[in-house]
């Protein structure tokens, strides 16, 4: 089957930097994205990967390693609005989108 | 900007009603889906439509219809709500012909069913 792994928590400090981690395994691959969703609203875009290595868009960065099914955001200068759940989504070779359920992150003052 | 605009934000209805969730999108988008957002589980793809009056089934698609009249507005259906439809629903748009081809999404309709 297919499946995409997210922590569900993570604690970080404001200023501080965090790592959020996505393993997939899933039918093909065509690309993977990563959302943010702040409580009670709708997801937005953060970023695509579709070849290896690192994307980088401001505080935030996306890393990809096709071969170990492996992606990353990196949150840098971490700010209190950046509290929020990270979604993780991997397009098959169908196309479709397979999603994680989300990182749950937590910035402390 | 797109705007994808969900009807309802909250609904409250019985087991049994008929629920129509309306999502309307102002960017011309040939591409338009429904999700729903449970707790501890990835957004699941209920129907999707990539025309006008066209639609394909997507993971979790019994228990729902849609309908796609028009490009701007896609309707999910419950034709009887169940409680276990008690969920955050979420309408989301996609242009044809992007390279990386996100979704833009609306505020969600959170959806109770007693």
């Known amino acids: 089957g297919q499946n995409i792994d997210q922590p569900t928590e993570m604690t970080a400090t404001e200023g501080a930097i965090v790592q959020i981690n996505c393993t997939y395994q899933?039918?093909?691959?065509?690309?993977l994205f990563w959302y943010q969703q702040h409580a009670g609203e709708a997801p937005t875009f953060l970023s695509y990967n579709v070849l290896d290595g690192l994307e980088e868009k401001g505080r935030f960065s996306s890393f990809l390693s096709r071969s170990k099914g492996y992606s990353y955001l990196l949150l840098k200068e971490l700010q209190m609005k950046d509290s929020a759940s990270y979604l993780c989504a991997v397009r098959d070779s169908n196309y479709q989108l397979i999603w994680g359920a989300g990182t749950k992150l937590i910035i402390k003052p | 900007d797109v705007k994808v605009t969900q009807s309802s934000r909250y609904l409250v209805k019985r087991t049994g009603e008929k629920v129509f969730l309306e999502c309307v999108q102002d960017m011309d988008h040939e591409n338009m889906f429904w999700y729903r957002q449970d707790p501890g589980l990835g957004l699941r793809l209920i129907y999707f439509?990539?025309?006008?009056?066209?639609?394909e089934k997507g993971d979790i698609p019994e228990g729902y219809s849609v309908s796609r009249e028009k490009k701007e507005r896609f309707s999910l259906i419950l034709e009887s709500a169940s409680t276990n439809q008690t969920s955050m629903y979420l309408c989301?748009?996609?242009?044809?012909?992007?390279?990386?081809?996100?979704?833009?999404f609306g505020e969600g309709s959170r959806l109770t069913v007693l």
């Open positions: 989301a748009t996609k242009g044809g012909g992007e390279v990386t081809g996100e979704l833009f």
């Open positions: 899933t039918s093909g691959f065509n690309g």
């Open positions: 439509s990539y025309d006008v009056k066209m639609k």
